[in-house]
Antibody
Framework: EVQLVESGGGLVQPGGSLRLSCAAS????????MHWVRQVPGKGLVWVSR????????NYADSVKGRFIISRDNAKNTLFLQMSSLRVEDTAVYYC?????????????WGKGTTVTVSS | QSALTQPPSASGSPGQSVTISCTGT?????????VSWFQQHPGKAPKLIIFEVTKRPSGVPDRFSASKSGNTASLTVSGLQAEDEADYYCSSYTANYMVVFGGGTKVTVL
């Protein structure tokens, strides 16, 4: 069964850091672009970042550029999102997702999400 | 990057059809055939129902269809069923190597 499982969410103070992980199973992880998408409960989906299959390139939403870093360990089938200088507005459920079409946003496999709360 | 524009709500009776629009710009929807549609039920992760403008992943009923004209994409749900009541989001690849989502449309089955 193809599965993505996020972890690492929690409560952090403004200005703090957090590292999210996304463990993949049942798929050839190293063959796919991967994305992070976030959602404030009751609000819409917001794209955060994407990374190439080999990890050689990545892109970010303007709202997180310079603060978040996406990375991956293909040997461990794991995707990461290092979040720093966190703001209250970064509070959301963070989903990792697989892209079936070369970074285009055709996200066909999603995890259940991990909740990040930024609050003092 | 501004979000794509979707109507906040749409509704129809069982068996009827409902169409949701998704308006972008010539730098996203109008530039690429990389429009996707997602269905999300409360408390669940999104589910891909359309990719590359018109393609359905395996297992998605053919009641779901989509198209694009210029900077606007559309999703049509035919033969509405109770389980189609959900939030629907469009997304598009963009000219600055990002992905942008629409604000979402809540579909109600009357």
């Amino acid at each position: 069964e193809v599965q993505l499982v996020e972890s690492g969410g929690g409560l952090v103070q403004p200005g703090g850091s957090l590292r999210l992980s996304c463990a993949a199973s049942g798929l050839t992880f190293s063959a796919y672009w991967m994305h992070w998408v976030r959602q404030v409960p009751g609000k819409g989906l917001v794209w955060v970042s994407r990374i190439r299959p080999d990890g050689s390139g990545s892109n970010y939403a303007d709202s997180v550029k310079g603060r978040f870093i996406i990375s991956r360990d293909n040997a461990k089938n794991t995707l990461f999102l290092q979040m720093s200088s966190l703001r209250v507005e970064d509070t959301a459920v963070y989903y990792c997702a697989r892209d079936r079409v070369a970074g285009s946003g055709s996200l066909d496999v999603w995890g259940k999400g991990t909740t990040v709360t930024v609050s003092s | 990057q501004s979000a794509l524009t979707q109507p906040p709500s749409a509704s129809g009776s069982p068996g009827q059809s409902v169409t949701i629009s998704c308006t972008g710009t010539s730098s996203d929807v109008g530039a690429y055939n990389y429009v996707s549609w997602f269905q999300q039920h409360p408390g669940k992760a999104p589910k891909l129902i359309i990719f590359e403008v018109t393609k359905r992943p395996s297992g998605v009923p053919d009641r779901f269809s989509a198209s694009k004209s210029g900077n606007t994409a559309s999703l049509t749900v035919s033969g509405l069923q109770a389980e189609d009541e959900a939030d629907y989001y469009c997304s598009s690849y963009t000219a600055n190597y990002m992905v942008v989502f629409g604000g979402g449309t809540k579909v109600t089955v009357l």
